[in-house]
Structures are given as structure tokens and as C-alpha cells.
């Protein structure tokens, strides 16, 4: 009899987690991806100040300056200018350095098996800091994480390692890059398992962790110490103050939705125009320019304009103006396909809006309600709210916000969910013909044991049975009820046939009286056992490419059961129904 040997002596080596030492072997590379990640922030912060200074003060200097709070009419062509050279190194280099490098860097793990081209990792962080330098509306995140990604990938491909451990080192390398950027790691982390990884496992987890708390390490020595927008404003809040800070989150969440909307609306506005994708950032320069010579506040990364939003130091007037100038040039600027990142734009926005509110809320400070404005924005914009709450601690250094911001952030996020199919992130992933679900859950393969699907009454052949009667036992639909039965000698399982193997049989030469038995014999058998998972015997069905197993009773090897493929269908359909079907469990009766 062909028994599975590896079945033979029964063992339980289901764990929490599929972790193997190659952990190890990841952390440790996590450890260069980090540092790389942290050096790469270094250079596109650096490429930046720069180009800004060059272009506005037309002098060399590696020191961040604010833009002029006036600008000369000749300076509206400096974003148009600059636009237009990435216009052209997206033509002409990489299509890839277009938007705002998180959905890029998402595609590249859905379909790229996590491999980015060289020229990627060059191409993006020298066309977003020429993009933001000139002017340009956006934060320095997305590119970051695009080109963190980028040197992860870079250098998984270095060794042999697998597609999703390729994705590990790309996702720890994104995460180096935003923390070396804002000095963020849990939040980084956080946005590794909210929107990158599409998986929680210790595998992926360890080595991300690593490379941000790495690239934490490096920051003070590279972009400085401390948190990037300090606020020691407001102790603990009363009960009542989190109605309100959930009042501000849904209104963050309908501004999320509106900005999305839009987003997608003017991007399809440029699809329609009747020149080539290389000309749009020059057109949406244009736009650019003129909101900067009326506001020089919209242009750039606006780190200034964040921290003046969380002290409260902008009026009522101000921040009307701040807000709307700052969404028309973005979402224009984006939309043409330049590069940049939607971090930095997003606080401002919805800081902006948050100040605003908060002239009107009888608590706090009104930077307060900007900081929540901000926190809320980006939960329900990214879909990441858990990233959302404490990448607004991490940026200002104050844990008493937690509970506040994780209030808005989480009702961002469920307004965005309930209006929205589709985020601002993976609606351009859609948009390409892709699909992705962003809710994670246990597979039912991996929770089911196979006893419970497997059909307890079998049909099966004596192994005694002339090959004869066998084929004239096909032949007949009257008896034959399924298309292979299992073959058994004294009570064991010897093979399975199928009509397949009668058919045969009727054309070759058998001598008369040949045993069933004797005509497998040799044949091999793929068995399954009632105690083992769903998923283990399906990933044997399909390596085997067999549709029907015999299950057995592991130690007495006696057959308990039959599996077949549209059995595993019920898996899904138990899940479905788990989640559809709804019953009261607890009840009072009625006399």
C-alpha cells in the first residue's frame, strides 16, 4: 500500500507562527537597509535644500530656507521650469518616478515580485527634490519611501532570497527612509503593516522593526534629534472633550473624501487633454507658480506652515487662504504626474481645517484642533489609522494626545470606509487594472481541519474485482456515481481510479481475470488525514493535481472519508456564511 510516508508517524508542528531561522538572516540585512534608508533621507533633504536655494536665493547651500514671504512675478516660471524636467526624465528615464511613490512602491510588491529597477532608486529622490524645490506642493515622505524601497530591493537582489523576502527588505527599507525623515519609527512600522506588507508575520514584522529602529538611531547624526513639531499644549482631556475630537475626525474624513474625489476628477481632466503625459507637470506648474506668487506659504514641503498651524500662530483669514490655495496647487500638481510625496500636504490641509474648527470649540488651544485635524486627515485619507495617531505623537513628542487623536483618527477612518470604496492610494492602483483588499484575516485553510469537510460515506472497489468488471462498471452511468473511487485490499486503501484509467484499460491487452489489485499496483496515492489542516491537503491536491483524496484515520490507516476539490469550496462558503448570517443567541421567552 502507497502511504504518504511523511504521514506515517503523526507529529504537531502547527505553531503560532511560520518563522525559521532565515529570520535571523533578514534582520541582519535589515540592519544595512536601515542605514541605507537613513542615508537616503539624508540626500534627498540635502538635494532639496539646495535646488530651493538655488532657484529662490540663487546660492548654494545645503541649509533648508524658508521661501521669501513675497516673490517677484518672474518666479511663477520657476515650478513650470522645473515641472518640465521632470516631464521629460519620466519620459525619458522612468515612468515609475511619477505620483507620489507609495502606490508605486505598492504595485512593485503586487506584481513586481518586489524587484525596483536601479534606476528607479536614482531617478525618484533626484526628481522629487528638483519637483519640491522648485516649488512644488509636497512632502518629502513618498519619495522617501519609494526610494528606501528602491535600496531594500536594490539589495535583495543581491542574494538569493524569495519574492517575499525581497518585500521584507523593500518595506524595511521604506520604513528606514520615513523614519530617518520625520523621526517616526512606530509609525513608520505601523504604516509598513497598514498599507505595505498585506501580511503580520514575524518574518516581515522583526526585520522592518529593525531597520527603523536603525535608521531612529542614525537620525540625530544625520537630520537631528528631537521630534520634528514639538507640542506640550493640553494635559488629559475630560470625558466629554472625545465627542468632539470624534466630531472633528468625521469632518476630517468627509474633507479626506472630497480631496480624493477631486484628486481623481482633475486627473482625468488631463487624460483628455491632446498632448502628451511628458507636457502635463509643466501645465500643472503653471497652476503652482501663480499659488505661490499669491501665497509662497502653498509652495515647497511647508515643515513652517505645520508648525505655525500647531502653535495657533495663523489667523482665521490666514488659514482660509493657506487651506484652499494649498488644495488647488496640489491637487493640480498632482494630478499632472509630477513627483512628490501627500504627507506634508495633508497635515497642512487638515491643520488648516482643524484651526479653523477649533475658533469655534469652547476647549483648548486652537493648535490643538489643527494637530487632531492633521492626525485625522491622514487616517482617513491613507486608511491608516493606527499610523495616523501616532505618527502625530512621534511628531510632536507628546503622549498625552494619544487617546484624542486616536479618537479622530479612527472616525476619519470609518467615514472614508462607509463613503468610499477605494483610498487615495489604492484607487490609482485600480486605476491600473489591479486590485487589492485591505482587510487582513486568518485564512480559513488554516483553521479548518479536514474531517470536518471530507464526506464520511465512501464508495469504493474491491481490490479483488476483475479489471473486466471495472471497466464495464465505468461504462454503466446507472452505477457509476462519481468519476474515481478508491481501490481497497483487506480493509486498506491501495489507489484511487478514475474513469480515465478504465478507459485505458479498454484498450489495452489484459489477460483474463486480472485482479483490480494487481493493476495498480505501483500506482501512486495521495492520502489525507482527518486531524491534519485544509490547507496542507490542498497544497498536496494541487502539487499532485489530483480532485479526489481518501482520508484516513492516522495509526490504523483505515479509510474515514473522501475529499474532494469542490469540498474545499465549502471552506469558503462556512466563512461566507459566518459573516452573513445573523441569529440571536440570548433571548427571553414570552408567556
Known amino acids: ?111 513586481g515580485q518586489s524587484r525596483i529597477a536601479p534606476k528607479v532608486a536614482l531617478l525618484k529622490p533626484l526628481s522629487s527634490a528638483i519637483s519640491i524645490g522648485s516649488g512644488g506642493p509636497f512632502g518629502a515622505e513618498g519619495p522617501i519611501i519609494m526610494t528606501g524601497g528602491a535600496l531594500g530591493s536594490l ?17 524595511a527599507g521604506a520604513a528606514a527612509g520615513m523614519t530617518a525623515v520625520f523621526g517616526t519609527p512606530i509609525a513608520a512600522i505601523l504604516l509598513a503593516v497598514e498599507l505595505l506588507l498585506f501580511e503580520w508575520k514575524p518574518r516581515s514584522f522583526i526585520p522592518v522593526a529593525v531597520a527603523a529602529a536603525i535608521a531612529a538611531a542614525a537620525r540625530p547624526f544625520l537630520i537631528g534629534a528631537g521630534p520634528l513639531f514639538p507640542y506640550a499644549g493640553l494635559g488629559l482631556l475630560p470625558w466629554w472633550g472625545l465627542g468632539l475630537c470624534l466630531a472633528v475626525g468625521i469632518v476630517a474624513g468627509l ?34 507658480g501663480i499659488g505661490g506668487y499669491y501665497d509662497p506659504a502653498v509652495l515647497g514641503v511647508g515643515y513652517d506652515q505645520i508648525r505655525l498651524l500647531i502653535a495657533g500662530d495663523l489667523s482665521g483669514h490666514a488659514a482660509i487662504l493657506l487651506l484652499l490655495l494649498k488644495m488647488a496647487v496640489w491637487l493640480v500638481a498632482l494630478s499632472s504626474g509630477t513627483s512628490g510625496g501627500i504627507l506634508a500636504p495633508l497635515l497642512i490641509m487638515g491643520g488648516a481645517l482643524g484651526l479653523l474648527e477649533g475658533q469655534y470649540i469652547p476647549y483648548a488651544d486652537t493648535g ?54 477605494r483610498s487615495i492610494l489604492t484607487e490609482r492602483i485600480a486605476r491600473r487594472g489591479l486590485h487589492l483588499t485591505r482587510e487582513y484575516g486568518i485564512d480559513p485553510f488554516l483553521d479548518t481541519r479536514v474531517a470536518s469537510i471530507m464526506a464520511p460515506s465512501v464508495d469504493t472497489l474491491d481490490g479483488e474485482m476483475p479489471v473486466g468488471e471495472a471497466v464495464a462498471f465505468f461504462a454503466d452511468p446507472a452505477l457509476t456515481l462519481h468519476k474515481s473511487y478508491p481501490v481497497t485490499d483487506e480493509g486498506s486503501v491501495i489507489a484511487m481510479i478514475s474513469r480515465a484509467d478504465a478507459l485505458r484499460w479498454s484498450r489495452e491487452d489484459w489477460p483474463e481475470g486480472t485482479l483490480l489489485k494487481d493493476a495498480v499496483a505501483g500506482k501512486p496515492l495521495l492520502v489525507g488525514y482527518g486531524d491534519e489542516l485544509v490547507a496542507q491537503l490542498a497544497d498536496r491536491m494541487t502539487a499532485a493535481d489530483v480532485g479526489r483524496v481518501p482520508i484516513l484515520e492516522r495509526g490504523s490507516e483505515k479509510l474515514i472519508g473522501l475529499v474532494a476539490r469542490r469540498d474545499l469550496l465549502r471552506v469558503r462558503m462556512n466563512q461566507t456564511r459566518q459573516e452573513e448570517h445573523r441569529s440571536r443567541s440570548l433571548g427571553f421567552s414570552r408567556r
Not at 515609475?96 to 507609495?102: E, N, S
Not at 539589495?155 to 518595506?171: C, D, G, I, P, Y
Not at 484642533?369 to 482617513?380: F, P, T, V
Request: charged content about 10%.
Open 368 to 421: 490643538f484642533w489643527a494637530l487632531l485635524g492633521m492626525a485625522a486627515i491622514l487616517g482617513g485619507t491613507m486608511r491608516a489609522p493606527l499610523t495616523a495617531a501616532f505618527f502625530a505623537i512621534e511628531l510632536t513628542g507628546n503622549s498625552h494626545l494619544l487617546l484624542p487623536v486616536l479618537v479622530a483618527s479612527v472616525g476619519a477612518f470609518g467615514t472614508t470606509v462607509l463613503l468610499m470604496k
Open 155 to 171: 539589495f535583495a537582489q543581491l542574494f538569493h532570497l524569495s519574492s517575499a523576502e525581497r518585500k521584507t527588505l523593500l518595506v
Open 1 to 111: 500500500m502507497a502511504i504518504d510516508p511523511s504521514s506515517l508517524r503523526f507529529k504537531d508542528r502547527l505553531s503560532d507562527f511560520t518563522a525559521d531561522p532565515r529570520l535571523l538572516l533578514l534582520a541582519v540585512m535589515a540592519l544595512a537597509v536601515g542605514l541605507a534608508g537613513a542615508g537616503a533621507a539624508w540626500v534627498l533633504l540635502r538635494l532639496i535644500a539646495i535646488i530651493t536655494n538655488l532657484a529662490y536665493y540663487q546660492h548654494f547651500s545645503i541649509v533648508l530656507a524658508p521661501f521669501p514671504q513675497s516673490l517677484p512675478l518672474w518666479t511663477i516660471l520657476i515650478p513650470v521650469v522645473g515641472s518640465l524636467i521632470i516631464g521629460l526624465m519620466a519620459r525619458y528615464g522612468s515612468k515609475k518616478i511619477r505620483g507620489h511613490g507609495i502606490p508605486e512602491a505598492i504595485e512593485a510588491i503586487l506584481i
Open 255 to 288: 474633507q479626506s473624501a472630497l480631496l480624493t474625489l477631486c484628486l481623481y476628477g482633475v486627473e482625468d481632466l488631463f487624460h483628455k487633454l491632446p498632448i502628451h503625459w511628458m507636457w502635463w507637470p509643466a501645465l500643472g506648474g503653471i497652476v503652482v
